[in-house]
């Protein structure tokens, strides 16, 4: 196998799939086939799973959802034709695999069945899918090339090194690959390690776009045998990265590698099986192919985390088929944050804001609401709680028998906006988006069915202190102020009574984020932490406002996953617990 | 191993561990040691991870967890001196295994993991645990026991074979098997057919109690080698259930039957490695032993659910520390059951009932509310929404801006209600109970942040005809009308408009019911449904709600999972999500 072989020419298809859109992500695939073929490419990659959209969790579970699929999948192949497509999707055999089909003349040529099923964080494989058993390399104009699907290239040995030692010089890789910050970086330096160490190029092809808490990030690359980037595709955008491979470049090196050759011999000593061949395939020569395509620059964090909240938002908002978003906007920072993604998402024609005032908002806070909305070109509906505050007041009186004022009065004013905003979401078919962040949701420090009444909760997973950062960066980035620089500056406060600020109930937000970065993304204990320097009173302080809080962040909105551990599907910690306690 | 052993008295520790209370668990299984050893057993039986509680979940990521109960375990095996005691608990080594620990002679003897993990409905178990090996018997006075943990026995294979071929005459089996209508018999004839396929008694021993959306039936069991059940212990109570065992009657089953002489060839002849032995051990003999003990009479399925959702409730008040809970009475049957099932499980002085009739509310269901309230003893606030239905509508009209009323305004009452709990929750400290059935959580027939708000779902997995059942039962074991024939009669209407009924909106009951059990707990699509012999149009529609109503859904509140397929953790379905769209 390929002692001489021509350059290829590949194109990665970064696909926005919707999960359960079968007809809409076919069609999708073909257009993108078409389009790659178009470009003069031999060899066209998509996403993991992308004919079924990922994850498709318990659908999973349905025949019909995985039968509809393998039929999907029959009428696609009769697209590849001249070209040859790995297409990811659930394959329904003796059991349900997580597959990528190679799709070659008009026909389903061969499968290839993932190994390596991901069973943490937020991945459930295990629960749906068998795994497959064996590496698989097929031929193209006699170029091997070995397939991989997502977590099997993060493993360090086979499937990758078996494709590799049985001749591929380039291994794909059909992803799903979720984001959080810094990810792309750190993947992509994966992907160098394994083209180095494989002596192989590597052509990884991530899905880009929001399924729920999920947000992928797109960046699919392609890395040739000594690791330098050929192409990279744009972050959070869907794209089709063409580029020009040298599988000849990888033979050479081996022959001046002499690891490689031992660990050949090695290999076929062990009685290893090899890599499956799925046979030998091609399509007509394109012409000269010059080695290498676009590379896009790589986002900084802040505006890669952005970029993370507005792809998952919007997302959220089209696939669910919503016109129009709600904020309510309070004049503090998280809410005005929310508004910038939701205007960056959707523009500013699709985006209302409401403001809800009562005797405690100061004329501050309600100037800066009314400013921001006029910055960012979004109506805004002004409703004042002042009336509704004095009839529950009065009907609970009676029942309160005396007791002094407390939360109870100050839940109250959140719900009751959390009414309204319902009311204009049920009147008018929009979507309502919360405003609290991650710092808030970790202790607690929110109103459920109040503040946390929403669809979407697009703060989620982001930290106060990094809210901050984002404002700045927008503000920045746009080179005015779209958020006012009060909203900045102003002691962070809910406003529910008179002189409130945030302060007065938790630590400073710069404490509070350092501590909930080790407990709840890090899973340290108390005595880790404050070994870390932290104060203990803060700290089990801290813990234990995080542990009470798990009921209310159980009746939570989705947002978008950006850190290492966000709540929801990727942290899973029962109600009842009384450890720590 | 073993010709001639004298019978052995063992002890099912049928406890009601709590998730993370380890101080509390290893108090409850040291006196349940303790009373086994006066009641004259050799071997004490303890559920599956009952020194942390089941299931653990994330708590299992966190290193101080582990090793907190890896040091409790040490202080606990001083416990067993003129005893043995199979407890189970999670075991850090190399990794965390689903372990048992023979405690004997003051220390851990010896320790099994289990071999096969479940990963699938509400269980997670793959991304916890690293998978046991080796099946392993230990022999205790002469008598072969073999160890398995829950799902180990389900399997017809090993490690259960491998034991009873390695010489073992009794199969013992630590679990927390989580209830579901009609189990405890389908588990009960499964632990018939392993003991007599295995010629061995087998003992099985399971967690009771409830935690989050779980509850674990007890029904622990001790069944000879004919099939023939021992001792059953009571359902939905702890127990400490003491049962004498004759191993030489496996033994004498053994030299008859054939197969088995057979079988241990087979195995011997295979090469497989046999059972692990986890050592001989051997306590005072303890007298005269008699086989057999107290079986417990198993509840009809009315009973059996009533009695699940109780124990389901109870423990999540008691074990989250709540005094008191509240539930909102309508007048209709939903809250009736829910205010029946929160007096059974705390009595009346625990619970307050709220009502908050509207004008659209008749006298008939205030009256049947009051009704309610003074048959069960319990306080009954009354508080009407008139007024603040009228300051919202005030407030909202410019905005809607001559729009007809619609679900919008019908919401807003729910959610007013919501808030009046709430407030009552937030002043006093109760737990607030949601009313919904699965029937409405199914489609979304429930308000989000109305009456869906609440800390717990006591019906949130009870169809609306199982809810008539129950309440009929209810009534009949105790011989009046706790709740009046007129709630049972009257047309089921949530009186959010004038002569609403919730047949304009849903198919009947009994319809809708039959199309649900299908979709949602079968998995069937709407051709099979169809063919079932239901309408097309109506098959569409339910299909159509429940897919839209799953956003509803995950902010839901926790509730008992009484069936083979419950909402939350053992139903995980995407909110995004075009499937059949």
Known sequence: MAAQVEPLRIALAQIDATVGDIDGNAAAIARSIGRARDAGAQLAIFPELALSGYPPEDLLLKTSFVDTIGSALEGLAAEAREIVALVGFPERRDDVYNAAAVLADGRVAAVYHKIFLPNYGVFDEQRYFQAGTEAAVFELNGVGIGVTICEDIWEPGPPATTAA?????????????????????????MLVQRARDNLASVAFCNMVGGQDELVFDGCSSVVDQDGRVLARAPQFDEALVVCGVDPGAASAARLRDARHRAAVRRERDSGAPGARSLGSLSVPPAGPIEVGGPVAEPMGEDEEVYAALVTGLRDYVQKNGFERVVVALSGGIDSALCALVAVDALGPGRVSCVTMPSPYSSEATRADARAI?????????????????????????????????????????????????????NKFGWLVLTTGNKSEMSVGYATLYGDMAGGFAVLKDVLKGRVYRLVRWRNESEQRELVPASVLDRPPSAELRYEQRDDQSLPPYDVLDGILTMYVEEDLDAEQ?????????????????????????RQAPPGVKISTRAFGRDRRLPITNRFGR
């Open 165 to 189: 030692l049985s001749g591929a010089q380039l291994i794909v890789n059909l992803s799903a690959s979720p984001y959080h910050a810094g990810k792309p970086l750190e993947r992509e330096e």
């Open 373 to 425: 909305a006029e910055n960012l070109g979004t109506d805004l509906i002004e409703l004042p709680i002042d009336g509704l505050m004095k009839v529950y007041d009065g009907l609970l009186r009676p029942v309160f028998d005396g007791r002094e004022p407390d939360i109870t009065e100050e839940n109250l004013q959140a719900r009751m906006r959390g009414n309204i905003v319902m009311a204009l979401s």
């Open 529 to 553: 932490i404050v070994r870390d320097g932290y104060e203990r009173e803060d700290v089990e302080r801290v813990i234990r406002l995080v542990d009470l809080a798990e009921y209310k962040r």
